[in-house]
């Protein structure tokens, strides 16, 4: 963990993040369209994201106010789940490497993912669990793996992260490919802003 807190800036500049602002294009594997994403953090758990699509305005809103959340799509709202709820809660930091216990870790393997060399780190927090993997050489994080319930059934998420680039001194991924079950979503970031352009109302 130490590793990767050094490589994306040292403790000290990682610990003064307190909020994140990213906007990004969004592609959608079958879909059409491209949609615009406004996606906003603040610490210890709050999140937002928000899609854009031109001339039909938001078409998705993910929002996590720190004691509940809600996924809204095409006027629909659905309510996080207890489940996820806790999950969310049992995040103590935009970067939760910051403050894990070493109890909560487990470093399964050494292995590859794309002729990369990488470290494989199993995470336990309460009844969360999920896989991170981080480079030999550089020391990012490259990919998260979880499972979650949604409206009873089981999906895997994936996360690649690539293309780390420094704001404030803090390394930030500037694409992230999100796999969920079978629909594959591309962000490409085009700008992260650091503790500027986010209030509590953004969560609501």
């Known amino acids: 963990m130490d590793a990767y807190i050094n490589a994306i800036g040292g403790r000290d500049k990682v610990s003064q993040v307190k909020t994140t602002l990213a906007t990004a ?8 369209f491209s949609p615009k994403a406004v996606i906003k953090a603040m610490a210890p758990n709050k999140t937002s994201m ?3 699509i031109e001339g039909m305005g938001t078409v998705m809103k993910s929002k996590f106010d720190g004691q509940s959340g809600y996924q809204e799509q095409q006027g629909r709202k659905i309510p996080m789940s207890e489940k996820e709820i806790n999950a969310q809660k049992a995040r103590k930091a935009l970067f ?8 909560e870790l487990v470093l399964d393997s050494k ?3 794309e002729g990369l060399d990488v470290y494989k780190v199993k995470v336990t927090r309460g ?3 999920s896989i991170r993997y981080y480079s030999v050489e550089t020391g990012f994080l490259v990919r998260t793996e979880k499972t979650q319930e949604t409206q009873g059934q089981t999906i895997n998420i994936v996360e690649d992260l690539a ?3 420094p704001v404030n001194g803090v390394q930030f991924p500037y694409k992230v490919i999100r796999t969920a079950g079978p629909q594959k979503m591309i962000l490409k970031i085009n700008n992260v802003k650091v ?3 986010v209030t509590d109302a953004d969560f609501n």
């Not at 294009?25 to 059409?32: F, K």
């Not at 939760?96 to 109890?103: H, R, V």
């Open 25 to 32: 294009d969004v592609t959608i594997e079958g879909m059409p």
């Open 50 to 52: 928000e899609m854009m």
């Open 96 to 103: 939760p490497e910051l403050n894990y216990d070493s109890a």
């Open 111 to 113: 292995t590859t993912i």
């Open 127 to 129: 009844e969360d669990t």
């Open 163 to 165: 293309g780390y680039s």
């Open 195 to 197: 503790n500027e352009g």
